[in-house]
C-alpha cells in the first residue's frame, strides 16, 4: 500500500491538475493534448496570451458540464437532436470517406506546376507599393513631451545628415530612444501622419520627425518596392496550398461522378412539384 501511494504521489506530482471543477479535472498532460489539437492560430495566442489559456481552460470544463448535465437528461434521444446528430454523422462519414478515396498525392503540386500556375495566375497575386523602413523612435507622454521630442529627433537628423552619427546606431546617443528594423511596410500600412513623410524619401534619406500619439518617429527608407507581382517565393506555400485544395476538390467530384455514372439519380419531376405544395 506505501508502494502503491508513493506511485500516486508521483504521478500526481509530475502530472499536476492546473483546471478543476469540483470532481472534473484538467491535467497538465491533457491540457497539452488538448491544445495541439487546436489551430495553429489558436495555439500561438494560448501560448501567448495566459487569460486566453484561462479562458480555454473554463470552457472546456463548462462544456463537459453540460454534457453532463444533457446525458442525464438523455437529451441526445429528443427525436429533433437524434435527427441532428444523424446528419452531422452522416456528413463526417461523407467528407472524410470522399477525402480518403480522392487523397491528393503527397508530391502534388511540383515545382514546375507551382511555378506554371504562378506565371498564369500574375494578375491575381499584385502587392502594393512596399518601404523597407528603419526608425528611430522617442516615447512621448504629452504635448509639452511631444515639441521636445521633435527638437531632440531635428538634431539627431541633423547629426546623420552630416555624417556624424551612423542611423543605426544613433539610438544610442540619447536617452529612452529605440531603434527597430521595420522591414517592408506596404503603403497602405502606413499611418496618414507616415505616409507623407516616407512617399517623397529618397532611398537612403532620412525623414523630420514624424510625432503621433504614441511619441516621435525619425524614419530612414532602405529600400523601396515598386507594385507588382508578389514575387513566387513569398506566395509559394500559399499557392501550393490553393492547388491542393483544389485537386482534392475536383478528385473529389470525380470520385462522386463515378459512383453517379454506375446508377444514375432518377428525379420524379411531376412529385417533385408536390414538394413545395
Known amino acids: 500500500?506505501?508502494?502503491?501511494?508513493?506511485?500516486?504521489?508521483?504521478?500526481?506530482?509530475?502530472?499536476?491538475?492546473?483546471?478543476?471543477?469540483?470532481?472534473?479535472?484538467?491535467?497538465?498532460?491533457?491540457?497539452?493534448?488538448?491544445?495541439?489539437a487546436t489551430?495553429?492560430?489558436?495555439?500561438?495566442?494560448?501560448?501567448?496570451?495566459?487569460?486566453?489559456?484561462?479562458?480555454?481552460?473554463?470552457?472546456?470544463?463548462?462544456?463537459?458540464?453540460?454534457l453532463a448535465q444533457a446525458a442525464a437528461e438523455k437529451w441526445d434521444k429528443r427525436p429533433d437532436v437524434a435527427a441532428l446528430l444523424q446528419r452531422a454523422r452522416d456528413q463526417v462519414i461523407t467528407q472524410s470517406y470522399l477525402a480518403f478515396h480522392a487523397a491528393v498525392p503527397a508530391l502534388y503540386p511540383s515545382e514546375a506546376e507551382v511555378k506554371s500556375a504562378y506565371d498564369q495566375n500574375k494578375g491575381r497575386f499584385m502587392q502594393p507599393r512596399a518601404y523597407?523602413?528603419?526608425q528611430i523612435f522617442l516615447p512621448t507622454a504629452n504635448a509639452p513631451a511631444v515639441d521636445d521630442g521633435r527638437q531632440k529627433l531635428a538634431a539627431l537628423r541633423a547629426q546623420i545628415q552630416h555624417g556624424k552619427l551612423v542611423f543605426t546606431q544613433a539610438a544610442k546617443h540619447g536617452a529612452n530612444l529605440r531603434y527597430t528594423d521595420m522591414g517592408w511596410v506596404s503603403e497602405p500600412q502606413l499611418t496618414p501622419s507616415v505616409k507623407p513623410a516616407v512617399a517623397g524619401l529618397p532611398e537612403g534619406a532620412v525623414s523630420d520627425p514624424v510625432c503621433t500619439d504614441g511619441g516621435c518617429h525619425l524614419l530612414r527608407l532602405v529600400a523601396t518596392r515598386p507594385a507588382g507581382p508578389a514575387p513566387l517565393a513569398d506566395i509559394h506555400d500559399a499557392l501550393v496550398h490553393a492547388l491542393r485544395q483544389q485537386r482534392q476538390?475536383?478528385?473529389e467530384n470525380a470520385y462522386a461522378s463515378g459512383l453517379l455514372a454506375n446508377q444514375p439519380v432518377a428525379i420524379n419531376e411531376i412529385q417533385l412539384s408536390r414538394l413545395s405544395q
Do not use: W, Y
Open 1 to 36: 500500500m506505501l508502494a502503491c501511494a508513493s506511485l500516486c504521489l508521483a504521478a500526481a506530482a509530475n502530472d499536476p491538475v492546473i483546471a478543476e471543477r469540483g470532481a472534473d479535472q484538467i491535467t497538465l498532460s491533457q491540457a497539452r493534448a488538448m491544445i495541439a
Open 39 to 66: 489551430d495553429p492560430d489558436t495555439r500561438h495566442k494560448l501560448a501567448t496570451d495566459q487569460a486566453a489559456l484561462q479562458n480555454f481552460l473554463r470552457n472546456v470544463l463548462l462544456a463537459r458540464a453540460i
Open 132 to 134: 523597407h523602413l528603419e
Open 249 to 251: 476538390t475536383a478528385d
